[in-house]
């Protein structure tokens, strides 16, 4: 994807600035709505961006008016149990959690049902002042299905996100904040332009570390504390061996910004 940095697909736009690749989430139409293509487009960017030694972090964003509002009903409300099962819907999503670059949600206007999904499935959910959260289904017959009730709970507690959940209620940026959902809250004007210096002071980190600390938090959801901090302990201890901790503490001691070479 390195070669080729501006790219339009179908339901993304694709761009990279230095070491920061943006995903822009582009069906106007829809407001976003999460249909396979925008999921196929999305991932398979992701994933590349994932791979590629140039790209230190990712950016996901939507437009001023939604992030996404949702998984797309239009392209759901026709389908069987059995064709859901099947074609193991929403599956590919579970490969953007995979991704091991930090990925920060740039969230403007509505991020509902699958919206809100994804923007949980990102590492660092920045917010529009605009931005509305919530998970819906419950509206449309159904249940989250890309992680919302595991993800929402974790993140807010559970009494909200039973609030949440069982209402199909809309929270506002400041009330996600105060819930823990959300990083920091940005009037909207500024809101990509705050992503990319985050995502830049991210990408300008020693990318093994970056990826390291982005795995030891994600590590805390998994398992018990014990087992979290021997993780945590042995991560750290096999940093001494890279050239980047050598660099970093002698930038430290020399009173200088470090260069890292990403090994
Ligand atoms: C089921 C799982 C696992 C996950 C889900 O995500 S289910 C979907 C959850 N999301 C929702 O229920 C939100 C649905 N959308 C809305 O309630 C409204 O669109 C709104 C409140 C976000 C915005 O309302 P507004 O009046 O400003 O805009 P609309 O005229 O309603 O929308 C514009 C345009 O977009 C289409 N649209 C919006 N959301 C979806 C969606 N999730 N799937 C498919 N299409 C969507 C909407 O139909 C309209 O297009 P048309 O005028 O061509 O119908």
Redesign the pocket.
């Known amino acids: 994807m390195s070669e080729d940095v501006n790219h339009e697909f179908e339901t993304i736009r694709v761009r990279q600035e230095g070491r920061v690749a943006v995903i822009t989430l582009h069906r106007p ?3 976003n ?3 396979q293509m925008l999921m196929q487009e999305t991932v398979t960017a992701v994933t590349s961006f994932d791979r590629d030694p140039e790209v230190g972090a990712i950016v996901i964003t939507g437009s001023e ?2 992030f996404a ?8 409300a026709p389908k069987t149990s059995v064709d859901m099962y099947l074609d193991d819907w ?1 599956a590919a999503w579970d490969r953007l959690a995979q991704a091991r670059k930090p990925i920060i949600a740039a969230v403007a206007g ?1 991020a ?4 809100c ?1 994804l923007a949980m499935a990102c590492d660092i959910l920045i917010a529009a002042d605009t931005a509305k959260f ?4 419950i ?2 017959g ?5 992680g ?1 009730s595991q993800r929402l709970t974790r993140a807010v507690g559970k009494a909200k996100a039973m609030d949440l959940c069982l209402t ?1 209620r809309t929270m506002d940026a400041d009330e996600a904040e105060r819930a823990g959902l959300v990083a920091r809250i940005v009037p909207a004007e500024e809101l990509l332009a705050t992503a990319l210096t985050v995502a830049g002071q991210i990408a300008g980190m020693s990318m093994p570390v970056a990826m390291m600390a982005k795995e030891a938090v994600d590590r805390s959801y998994e398992t018990t504390l014990t087992e979290g901090i021997r993780f945590e302990r042995r991560l750290f201890h096999s940093l001494f061996a890279s050239q980047d901790q050598k660099e970093g503490m002698a930038a430290f001691v020399e009173k200088r910004s470090p260069t890292f070479v990403h090994r």
């Open positions: 139409e829809a407001l709505a999460l249909n008016k939604a509002a949702g998984a797309d009903i239009k392209e759901m929403f509505y509902l049902g699958g919206g999904e919530g998970q819906p289904e509206k449309l159904v249940i989250p299905g890309i919302g199909g």
